[in-house]
């Protein structure tokens, strides 16, 4: 079933007060690294590095309460921060959010949203470790996350992929596009359509999967925040290198083709440009490694090509 | 000379577009970790800890064009994170920037905004390693502080507080207040109490003085950034002790004392309830630091009181 909307009974953030809405934030997402002027986190393993990435959420922008929950936006802004993290083949270790909020904003859905981000947290063995909350005329989520990069590879920087190298991919490509469109279609969505809508409100990873990758050798790595084409130019560029994507290995499934149908929309647009699916995108020599898989080939002729030739899309995610 | 006000000329966020937006913030505030998915920090002293901490500042809530300028804000938004990484003896290693602003904002704002940053960072001896640039209605600045702790003590919490101990502060109290007074009244602010409105600007705090404070046997601290004695309450009541603070260690000084005459108010409400000057206060047994002064002591006796009263203010700055 798709939920989405935001609580709005309750107490408010006004009348509570910033001391007892920190404290209901505190109890959703508990951690005693939490409450003092700055948070010590626990000692990662010896010789690791940490790794610091941050994403800024804003209402009506990122996200609205006819599209998602509190909650689901809770998750949905640690994973991708999180898969920020992997990115680079480190673990997540932990998370400090900062929220601006309506005064009349339902304490309710700052505890929602603390929520999220806490079970997110949890599922990556890490906590949400310390945060502000503050005033505004809107709701505006900042989450960032820090990660342990541990032994003496290095981290799977934009501009390690090398001619030669297999592209691989974890995650879905396409679905969060989808999933969004058909909420915003103001459709009824089939039942069998909703693993889109799930997929864009909170895009599903496995956790690990960076650490796996960098551990199997891989040398670079991204994930599709902007939209595939888009990120992956990006990579390619940083790199020096091209990128031969194969169209059968990132066809749209029975699902986008369905919603595609749906909605009069070519779902290779999903694919190509939809972005905010958070995909693990990276390059290795050798087989892809598991929970991996293959998408294309490093070419030593630059630009991004699908079976050889321009991709018909190359939109993407442009904040202003 | 008082300098408020935000650039309104040249090329917009929404002109330039992401990418030539986030040159310009990297151009402002170069680091060699930032430009990736995220950053991997330069890998501090063995067993070092990392401490993290994050502020968020919003439009007409907490600065607006009257009070300061971007550039300003920058320096403010840096200082008060890495004051509370001092506040627990430790010493920044690098800061996040997560920015929303209206695509019409010239990119002058946020160009002069990463440059305060980066050169607070730079004062520090750290920098400004990553962040996101995303779209709004107004400017919301996120920044977020790491640090490192180096050592076997502890961190500096808000529960080492023990009866006996001195109470110490570095840094000025009650300025920031009384220059926020000056510059919201509409008055000619005289020459010789512009110091107030540039600590109201950007507090000024001597680099290390958290590290000194740690390394000489200070056992507890935080930063006035809520108004002095609600601080000193929150340390006193995490700590299960109370604090006796020396009327004479607070007195405003003749500054203060100016700037209330000329608008009517007593100083002694800036000292007690002002806030945002950020001033480090700790607990320490025996002699204060380097830096630091003494104003007042730690009884097993609860509660925050002045010369053995309770004090005519207890006030501070609330989110919501």
Do not use: I, V
């Given at each position: 079933m798709i939920e989405t909307g935001f609580p709005t009974g309750g107490p408010t953030l006004g009348e509570l007060g910033e001391r007892e809405v920190i404290a209901l934030i505190r109890a959703q997402a508990?951690?005693?690294?939490?409450?003092?002027?700055?948070a010590v986190l626990t000692?990662?393993?010896?010789n690791s590095r940490v790794v610091a990435s941050t994403d800024m959420l804003v209402q009506d922008r990122h996200f609205t309460a006819q599209t998602t929950t509190p909650y689901l936006l809770g998750r949905k802004a640690a994973l991708q921060n999180f898969a920020d993290i992997e990115a680079m083949g480190a673990r997540p270790i932990a998370a400090l959010m900062a929220v601006s909020a309506h005064?009349?904003?339902?304490a309710k859905v700052l505890e929602e949203l603390a929520h999220g981000v806490g079970e997110m947290a949890s599922d990556y063995?890490?906590?949400?470790v310390g945060g502000d909350v503050t005033g505004g005329d809107y709701l505006v989520v900042s989450v960032t996350a820090m990660g342990a990069l541990g032994g003496n590879r290095p981290p799977l920087?934009?501009?390690?992929a090398r001619p030669g190298h297999r592209v691989i991919a974890h995650g879905r490509i396409g679905y969060s596009a989808a999933g969004l469109a058909l909420l915003q279609a103001g459709v009824d969505i089939?039942?069998?359509?909703?693993p889109l809508v799930a997929a864009h409100q909170v895009p599903e990873l496995t956790p690990g999967r960076g650490v796996v990758a960098r551990a199997a050798g891989a040398c670079s790595m991204t994930d599709n925040s902007d939209g595939l084409i888009r990120d992956i130019t990006q990579l390619a560029a940083a790199s020096g290198v091209g990128i031969d994507l194969a169209s059968n290995a990132l066809a749209p499934d029975q699902l986008l083709v369905q919603a595609g149908t749906l909605l009069g929309v070519d779902p290779w647009e999903w694919v190509l440009?939809?972005?905010?699916?958070h995909t693990l995108i990276g390059t290795i020599e050798g087989s892809a490694p598991v929970g991996f898989r293959s998408i294309g080939a490093v070419t030593k002729k630059q630009g991004v090509r699908i079976d050889g030739s321009s991709p018909a899309t190359d939109t993407g995610w442009e904040s202003f």
């Open positions: 508990p951690s005693p690294l939490n409450g003092d002027d700055a000692q990662a393993a010896p005064p009349d904003t339902p063995a890490c906590e949400l920087t934009l501009d390690g089939p039942p069998q359509l909703e440009g939809g972005g905010e699916d």
